[in-house]
């Protein structure tokens, strides 16, 4: 009897056991938190060849995770490769046939078949749930920052707390001054002597999108009180009047940040002084865009501002290709965005009141679509005796050494319960050509523009949708219903029959008919094009309709590159976007090796393997597990983690 009892108490003291470590497994998984990194652009082939050739630090994030936690062999992105496309499949765990973003610029039903660019897929409506709504129904808070499809727009674009991408409200100005002989006698107790600048241009203001005009006036300084003339300070102020203060100074080959209000949102321009002559006041001054980031609540924007500061703008690719700035200028630039991404995120990694943090880091994508020189048909390639080339490998290698940096100190910084995982949106291809698409088609006797379009193509890179102006449609449609399918066999026969002029091969790897889009999940009952595109590794696509250049034109963003070519093909190239004409571009089938995007993940909950090839359709899964949450309602995939 006594032995059935100590069997029996026993039994029970091994059930107590059993039932406690089920609970502490069970508050591990519920307490559970991840950081989820977009490095947007961060290249599977690339990251792997860095590594290998040992160009990262062995300490920095990259080399550590695959020494302690998991890395996929690759990630294979969703047709097509883009950003917007690439990250709401990230985030729904959905194709874009489900989700409705089927490419960076979208005809949406109700468009008139006009512009060039239609609807961002990166404000497109999203047809899916996102891993931030999902969480949030389900009771988790979360934070996000900047990261693409969270752009406080709408409830469902936002998380509990949200900074969104930042929203430019006027572009840069690069002003030539020079002095007003008027001399001024404010301000002298601080100013040797202070005189009135003029820009050549005569009144010079912030150009506001919504219309309003901010006016500039500069000063220039001598700060040294020696008896010598020697101007050293250019003062700039928002009104003419210095006696009641003035926005900020610069100094020669020093940034500022020169703050004010636009309405009663905060901005700041980051300008920079590139010379001043110190005898005559003869000066350049640059003056960075002005924005802000839409952000919610209004108590955690006003914090973040505080702490972290105000939306830098992105770096400036317009005045770089024009020659308006400095290559250092623009890493100057590119550098303190992806800093200022960093710091938001370290000012809530620590913060209690979160479940999932979401980040995002256009670093890498950003340097890539300038920098990428690997192709002997690039323009550039030999350019500078090879000595460029060289220079630009060192830039795309420098911008994977700061976010591998960047990474590494956000995961010190965190408590050790935090699981992160970091991932890419799409990898990147170097091209050497761009094809004028809307071009092709009105040169093959399809209109493309005025009162008369029959179709017209929207492009992503290296992919496009081509729509055809159908009557009953499209708003304005001329082309009948009965004709559709016509149009549709003319315009696929035509995309064909383009071939590469140096190797004969077909320029497009693939050329689909609506019908036919089931095949790459992109078929869209509203959405997706008649006809759909995809080029080959090398090529890239423009939507603009110039019909005094040639169909194919060799790209660069460098006039020295460019200058044989004619001068409609020069201000075609100094106009283009960056996954347009740029060096690197994204937006090819997902399938191709170098759109192979990264998967790296590191925490408590993260056990220590090297993963095969995983779908991008994988990470919401995984995410929900780690966060102990139902996946979105339409999300599929699987879970990495088990």
């Known amino acids: 009897m006594i032995k059935l009892q100590i069997r029996l108490i026993l039994i029970c003291v091994f059930i107590l056991i059993l039932c406690c470590i089920d609970c502490l497994g069970q508050k591990k998984t519920q307490d559970s938190k991840v950081v989820l990194i977009s490095i947007d652009g961060a290249a599977d082939w ?17 080399s550590t995770i695959r020494r302690e936690g998991a890395y996929a062999e690759s990630m294979t992105p969703v047709n097509i490769s883009a950003t917007a496309v690439s990250h709401v499949s990230l985030f729904t765990g959905t194709h874009p046939n489900v989700h409705g973003v089927v490419g960076n610029n979208i005809l949406m039903p109700e468009q008139e078949i006009k512009s060039p660019r239609a609807t961002s897929g990166f404000s497109a409506p999203i047809e899916a749930e996102t891993l931030w709504n999902a969480a949030i129904r389900q009771g988790k808070n979360v934070t996000n920052i900047s990261t693409v499809g969270q752009d406080n727009t709408s409830p469902d674009r936002r998380g509990t707390k949200t900074i969104g991408y930042g929203k430019k409200l006027a572009n840069s100005i690069v002003s030539n001054l020079s002095i007003v002989e008027r001399e001024h006698t404010i301000l002298l107790e601080k100013f040797e002597r202070v005189k009135m600048l003029n820009s050549e241009k005569g009144e010079e203001y912030f150009k506001l999108f919504s219309g309003r005009n901010i006016p500039l006036y500069y000063y220039v300084a001598d700060s040294s009180f020696d008896g010598v003339k020697n101007y050293d300070i250019v003062i700039v102020d928002l009104d003419v009047d210095l006696g009641n203060g003035y926005e900020g100074e610069l100094k020669v080959d020093e940034w500022s940040e020169i703050s004010f209000e636009v309405g009663r949102q ?3 321009s980051w300008s920079y002084l590139m010379n001043l002559n110190p005898i005559t006041a ?9 924005g802000f980031n839409s952000s919610s609540p209004n108590a955690f924007r006003e914090k973040m501002e505080n702490e972290v500061g105000i939306w830098p703008c992105e770096q400036d690719n317009r005045k770089l290709s024009k020659g308006l700035i400095t290559e250092q200028m623009w890493f100057d630039q590119a550098e303190r965005l992806a800093k200022y991404y960093q710091q938001l995120l370290l000012a809530n990694i620590n913060e209690s009141n979160w479940d999932l943090l979401s980040g995002y880091f256009t670093l890498i994508d950003d340097v890539q679509h300038r920098f990428l020189l690997k192709d002997k048909r690039q323009l550039d390639f030999a350019m500078e005796n090879g000595v460029r080339r060289k220079r630009y490998e060192d830039y795309v290698i420098w911008a ?26 799409h990898g990147v291809a170097p091209i050497h050509s761009v094809v004028l698409i809307n071009n092709l088609l009105e040169e093959n006797g399809i209109s493309v523009k005025g009162d008369s379009i029959e179709a017209r193509a929207y492009s992503t890179g290296p992919a496009a949708h081509i729509y055809v102006n159908v009557k009953g449609r499209q708003k304005s449609g001329i082309v009948p219903k009965k004709e559709l399918s016509k149009y549709i066999d003319r315009i696929a026969k035509i995309c064909k029959g383009l071939k590469d002029p140096i190797t004969g091969l077909p320029i497009f790897l693939v050329t689909l008919k609506a019908s036919e889009l ?17 080029a080959r590794t090398g090529w890239s696509l423009s939507s603009k309709i110039v019909p005094s250049i040639p169909i194919i034109v060799p790209n660069s963003f460098n006039n020295d590159s460019y200058a044989h ?8 190239l100094g106009s283009g976007f960056m996954n347009e004409t740029g060096l690197g571009v994204h937006g090819n089938l997902g399938s191709i090796r170098e759109m192979n995007a990264i998967f790296y993940a590191v925490g408590p909950s993260i056990p220590k393997q090297k993963i095969d090839t995983i779908s991008a359709l994988d990470v919401t ?10 996946p979105p309602k339409k999300a599929k995939g699987k879970a990495i983690f088990k």
């Open 46 to 62: 690339i990251l792997d060849d860095l590594l290998a050739r040992n160009l990262l630090s062995k300490n920095g994030a990259f």
């Open 266 to 268: 905060k901005v700041s």
């Open 282 to 290: 003869e000066a350049k001054a640059y003056f960075g865009a002005i």
């Open 400 to 425: 994977y050494r700061t976010i591998d940096s960047l990474l590494k100190e956000l995961v010190q910084a965190a408590p050790k319960d935090i699981n992160f995982v970091f991932v890419s949106d």
């Open 518 to 534: 089931n095949s790459l999940s992109l078929e869209h009952p509203r959405r997706s094009g008649d006809v759909f595109v995809s």
């Open 565 to 572: 070519l004619d001068q409609n093909t020069q201000r075609f």
């Open 621 to 630: 899964p995984t995410i929900a597990g780690l966060l102990n949450i139902k």
